[in-house]
């Protein structure tokens, strides 16, 4: 079945319905592209057809841009340049959008050419963007629940199907910019408001055909084309477009720290592009666009952050013969602030919800939270009253626990002490049906201690969100040593539910998550036990692409709960407990009563507001700064290294058993420098023999922290990668 079909009406229009056969969203697709070509060739070399209308047979939306499985096979078919071959593919797509940008008009005249309109149904994305982007007039349906923008920053990328020169020549750098750079995605008032789209219409393809039976010579003939064009805003040569420039420089760089290849590689394309003819400036798109296709950066994050994120949505961990789970009635024991995300967040995906606490007092804070964010969403014009009372109608804040009857899954969120999670288990599952699972919010306790309370510990699992709860994307689920499949597939639905990315992982101290964002925060300590000054550590994990450095992220976690956490961990593993500097340094600060952002007083200082105003030199008192600084580079190994080793452990000993899950997991968990694609996807890249040798390296010089694992010891022996050994496909074979 074709993807894009033409059809032509009695009053001279013709229609090209893009439907890709077994999709619920329209993707491009090689095939796509030349029906498209074909279609066009088609309607323009036809005297019987007046205009063209290009619309989608999806209801509800017009396309979710390119299949970015499609960007990896032409690197792979290019051969020996796949460089030359990624800049002709390119260049073959601006042939066809421009096709129908000029729509066979005279090239001196500008007259002749038959209009085309884009008829949009909903969501346009990505080259779903691009490709109305070159018709001459777009039209999008009055779809409150659509969105259209460029989203391809987010995975690395660019837009490099012309959208990023037509949006810079249409609206300016200025206003292009964050469209270009943030990837935003904006409903249809405020495209049309910002220049994106032309016209909402209850009915588009009707509007469409109108448009283009009425059409004139003029108005299609786009600004960029036109005798006397100037760049909205001013080009880089004009005063005012000089210093819009430098300014969208210093923002690119203020937000990615250099860590981004994309973001600098959009911008140049925009700079240059600006300064030539619009067929030079779409060459020169494509060139930059190859750079970053080049640049294994872009691969990786487009595997990790899009099609290994993507397949974890969908279940590709999820035990095959479990029937649907999916949670009808939901029990959060414990209405702090975790338990309070977990309702609100369940209370999001439509579950009714029982939060119990201790009393009603605290039970109705909990519930408060809901309502306080609900609130926001009123200020702000996303949520409605009624849509605030239906949610808030779905949760039930008490301390009576028979209200737990007829739940399906119960997920506990108590204070992390044994002995008060034995107690509450063993109440509610005197309660609570037999099938119901039962699954705890730890983070740090094994879930097999703790499934020894229950019992049904087929039943029992670990279920742990990151905070907020409402914001934070990743579930990490745990499974313990008597852990079932139902358990697993329950966990897996649920987090579906409530829109969440999952990682499934073996049960361990401290899991997946936490064993490696400990040992960041760990290496960063000793640093500065070291004599390193603080805002080397921190200005050094900001430029790997970190949200923020491991110093400041000590103060928002808070520093007395690093210290709970390392006593409790030297209490269970006794005399194997590996003590460090990073250690006395942390009991030093708790003492000192400096707890982090929330005491206003931690490796910062703060103003009454609990504005962070500079790092405390109070602690050079206790470890003076070394007169000589190490090197930036080795500092950024030191805290790169220290987190990719314990993924290493991890994948060895059996934590985590699909690699996806480490790299999806680390980024999502903590922004593990998100360019490289994960800690696993980082190796590779750097590749194993450097990696071992480097490990050897550090663990000379700083310790066995940096010991190289065996696996990766093997691995750069037979010049192996991670995705090349333990790839699902790989696998499989």
């Given at each position: 079945?074709?993807?894009?079909?033409?059809?032509?009406?009695?009053?001279?229009?013709?229609?090209?319905?893009?439907?890709?056969?077994?999709?619920?969203?329209?993707?491009?697709?090689?095939?796509?592209?030349?029906?498209?070509?074909?279609?066009?060739?088609?309607?323009?070399?036809?005297?019987?057809?007046?205009?063209?209308?290009?619309?989608?047979?999806?209801?509800?939306?017009?396309?979710?841009?390119?299949?970015?499985?499609?960007?990896?096979?032409?690197?792979?078919?290019?051969?020996?340049?796949?460089?030359?071959?990624?800049?002709?593919?390119?260049?073959?797509?601006?042939?066809?959008?421009?096709?129908?940008?000029?729509?066979?008009?005279?090239?001196?005249?500008?007259?002749?050419?038959?209009?085309?309109?884009?008829?949009?149904?909903?969501?346009?994305?990505?080259?779903?963007?691009?490709?109305?982007?070159?018709?001459?007039?777009?039209?999008?349906?009055?779809?409150?629940?659509?969105?259209?923008?460029?989203?391809?920053?987010?995975?690395?990328?660019?837009?490099?199907?012309?959208?990023?020169?037509?949006?810079?020549?249409?609206?300016?750098?200025?206003?292009?910019?964050?469209?270009?750079?943030?990837?935003?995605?904006?409903?249809?008032?405020?495209?049309?408001?910002?220049?994106?789209?032309?016209?909402?219409?209850?009915?588009?393809?009707?509007?469409?055909?109108?448009?283009?039976?009425?059409?004139?010579?003029?108005?299609?003939?786009?600004?960029?084309?036109?005798?006397?064009?100037?760049?909205?805003?001013?080009?880089?040569?004009?005063?005012?477009?000089?210093?819009?420039?430098?300014?969208?420089?210093?923002?690119?760089?203020?937000?990615?720290?250099?860590?981004?290849?994309?973001?600098?590689?959009?911008?140049?394309?925009?700079?240059?592009?600006?300064?030539?003819?619009?067929?030079?400036?779409?060459?020169?798109?494509?060139?930059?666009?190859?750079?970053?296709?080049?640049?294994?950066?872009?691969?990786?994050?487009?595997?990790?952050?899009?099609?290994?994120?993507?397949?974890?949505?969908?279940?590709?961990?999820?035990?095959?013969?479990?029937?649907?789970?999916?949670?009808?009635?939901?029990?959060?024991?414990?209405?702090?602030?975790?338990?309070?995300?977990?309702?609100?967040?369940?209370?999001?995906?439509?579950?009714?919800?029982?939060?119990?606490?201790?009393?009603?007092?605290?039970?109705?804070?909990?519930?408060?939270?809901?309502?306080?964010?609900?609130?926001?969403?009123?200020?702000?014009?996303?949520?409605?009253?009624?849509?605030?009372?239906?949610?808030?109608?779905?949760?039930?804040?008490?301390?009576?626990?028979?209200?737990?009857?007829?739940?399906?899954?119960?997920?506990?969120?108590?204070?992390?002490?044994?002995?008060?999670?034995?107690?509450?288990?063993?109440?509610?599952?005197?309660?609570?049906?037999?099938?119901?699972?039962?699954?705890?919010?730890?983070?740090?306790?094994?879930?097999?201690?703790?499934?020894?309370?229950?019992?049904?510990?087929?039943?029992?699992?670990?279920?742990?969100?990151?905070?907020?709860?409402?914001?934070?994307?990743?579930?990490?689920?745990?499974?313990?040593?008597?852990?079932?499949?139902?358990?697993?597939?329950?966990?897996?639905?649920?987090?579906?539910?409530?829109?969440?990315?999952?990682?499934?992982?073996?049960?361990?101290?401290?899991?997946?998550?936490?064993?490696?964002?400990?040992?960041?925060?760990?290496?960063?300590?000793?640093?500065?036990?070291?004599?390193?000054?603080?805002?080397?550590?921190d200005n050094a994990a900001r430029q790997l692409g970190f949200p923020v450095g491991p110093i400041q992220l000590g103060d928002e976690t808070s520093i007395d709960l690093a210290a709970k956490i390392t006593r409790a961990t030297k209490e269970a593993m006794g005399n194997e407990y590996p003590a460090s500097e990073a250690d006395d340094l942390v009991f030093w600060m708790e003492a000192e009563g400096?707890?982090?952002?929330?005491?206003?007083?931690?490796?910062?200082?703060?103003?009454?507001?609990?504005?962070?105003?500079?790092?405390?030199?109070?602690?050079?008192?206790?470890?003076?700064?070394?007169?000589?600084?190490?090197?930036?580079?080795?500092?950024?190994?030191?805290?790169?290294?220290?987190?990719?080793?314990?993924?290493?452990?991890?994948?060895?000993?059996?934590?985590?058993?699909?690699?996806?899950?480490?790299?999806?997991?680390?980024?999502?968990?903590?922004?593990?420098?998100?360019?490289?694609?994960?800690?696993?996807?980082?190796?590779?890249?750097?590749?194993?023999?450097?990696?071992?040798?480097?490990?050897?390296?550090?663990?000379?010089?700083?310790?066995?922290?940096?010991?190289?694992?065996?696996?990766?010891?093997?691995?750069?022996?037979?010049?192996?990668?991670?995705?090349?050994?333990?790839?699902?496909?790989?696998?499989?074979?």
């Amino acid at each position: 079945m074709a993807e894009f079909t033409l059809s032509k009406d009695a009053d001279g229009v013709a229609i090209i319905t893009w439907d890709v056969p077994g999709k619920t969203m329209n993707v491009m697709s090689f095939t796509g592209l030349e029906e498209l070509d074909a279609c066009i060739d088609e309607a323009l070399a036809d005297d019987t057809v007046k205009g063209i209308v290009i619309t989608s047979g999806k209801d509800g939306s017009f396309a979710g841009g390119m299949d970015l499985n499609l960007l990896a096979v032409m690197k792979e078919q290019a051969g020996d340049d796949p460089a030359k071959g990624l800049f002709e593919g390119t260049m073959k797509m601006h042939g066809l959008l421009r096709k129908i940008e000029l729509a066979g008009m005279d090239p001196k005249s500008k007259k002749g050419g038959k209009p085309i309109a884009a008829a949009l149904p909903g969501t346009a994305a990505g080259i779903g963007l691009e490709l109305p982007l070159a018709t001459h007039r777009i039209f999008v349906s009055d779809n409150p629940k659509a969105k259209y923008g460029l989203p391809e920053i987010l995975v690395g990328i660019f837009p490099g199907a012309g959208g990023t020169t037509r949006l810079a020549k249409k609206l300016g750098a200025v206003a292009a910019a964050p469209l270009l750079l943030e990837g935003k995605m904006l409903d249809a008032k405020k495209a049309k408001g910002v220049g994106i789209i032309d016209e909402v219409a209850a009915d588009p393809v009707a509007a469409a055909k109108e448009w283009v039976l009425n059409a004139k010579d003029a108005d299609i003939v786009k600004p960029w084309d036109a005798k006397g064009y100037k760049m909205p805003g001013g080009a880089p040569y004009h005063p005012a477009g000089f210093m819009n420039f430098v300014g969208a420089s210093a923002m690119v760089h203020g937000k990615t720290q250099g860590a981004f290849p994309a973001a600098k590689a959009l911008l140049s394309a925009v700079y240059e592009g600006a300064l030539v003819d619009f067929d030079t400036a779409l060459k020169i798109e494509a060139r930059w666009f190859t750079n970053v296709l080049m640049n294994p950066s872009s691969g990786a994050m487009i595997r990790s952050l899009f099609l290994n994120k993507e397949a974890l949505e969908k279940g590709a961990v999820r035990p095959k013969d479990v029937p649907d789970q999916r949670v009808k009635k939901l029990g959060v024991l414990g209405a702090g602030m975790m338990g309070a995300g977990i309702a609100l967040v369940s209370a999001q995906a439509g579950m009714e919800v029982v939060l119990i606490d201790r009393d009603q007092e605290s039970a109705d804070r909990g519930k408060a939270y809901t309502e306080a964010y609900l609130d926001k969403g009123i200020k702000r014009g996303k949520v409605t009253q009624d849509k605030k009372d239906a949610m808030l109608g779905l949760i039930t804040a008490t301390p009576n626990l028979d209200q737990l009857k007829g739940c399906d899954l119960i997920i506990e969120a108590v204070f992390e002490d044994p002995k008060v999670k034995a107690e509450m288990t063993q109440k509610v599952e005197a309660i609570i049906p037999e099938d119901c699972i039962f699954a705890s919010n730890t983070s740090t306790l094994p879930i097999t201690g703790l499934a020894k309370a229950s019992k049904r510990p087929e039943q029992f699992i670990g279920i742990h969100f990151f905070s907020p709860v409402e914001k934070m994307l990743l579930v990490e689920i745990i499974k313990g040593k008597e852990t079932g499949d139902r358990a697993v597939a329950k966990a897996l639905d649920y987090v579906r539910q409530i829109r969440k990315t999952p990682i499934v992982v073996n049960d361990a101290r401290f899991f997946y998550c936490n064993r490696c964002i400990i040992p960041y925060g760990n290496e960063a300590t000793r640093m500065v036990t070291e004599g390193v000054a603080p805002v080397l550590i921190d200005n050094a994990a900001r430029q790997l692409g970190f949200p923020v450095g491991p110093i400041q992220l000590g103060d928002e976690t808070s520093i007395d709960l690093a210290a709970k956490i390392t006593r409790a961990t030297k209490e269970a593993m006794g005399n194997e407990y590996p003590a460090s500097e990073a250690d006395d340094l942390v009991f030093w600060m708790e003492a000192e009563g400096r707890l982090g952002r929330k005491a206003k007083a931690g490796y910062f200082d703060y103003d009454e507001k609990g504005k962070r105003v500079g790092y405390w030199k109070g602690i050079h008192d206790k470890y003076p700064l070394a007169d000589e600084q190490p090197d930036l580079i080795e500092v950024q190994e030191r805290l790169m290294f220290v987190q990719a080793l314990e993924a290493v452990r991890a994948l060895e000993e059996g934590v985590i058993e699909d690699i996806r899950e480490a790299d999806v997991g680390a980024i999502l968990a903590w922004g593990f420098a998100p360019w490289s694609g994960g800690p696993l996807s980082w190796l590779d890249i750097i590749g194993a023999p450097y990696a071992a040798q480097r490990c050897d390296e550090l663990t000379e010089k700083f310790g066995p922290r940096f010991t190289c694992p065996p696996l990766l010891r093997e691995m750069a022996e037979k010049g192996q990668t991670f995705y090349g050994r333990f790839a699902p496909e790989k696998k499989a074979a």
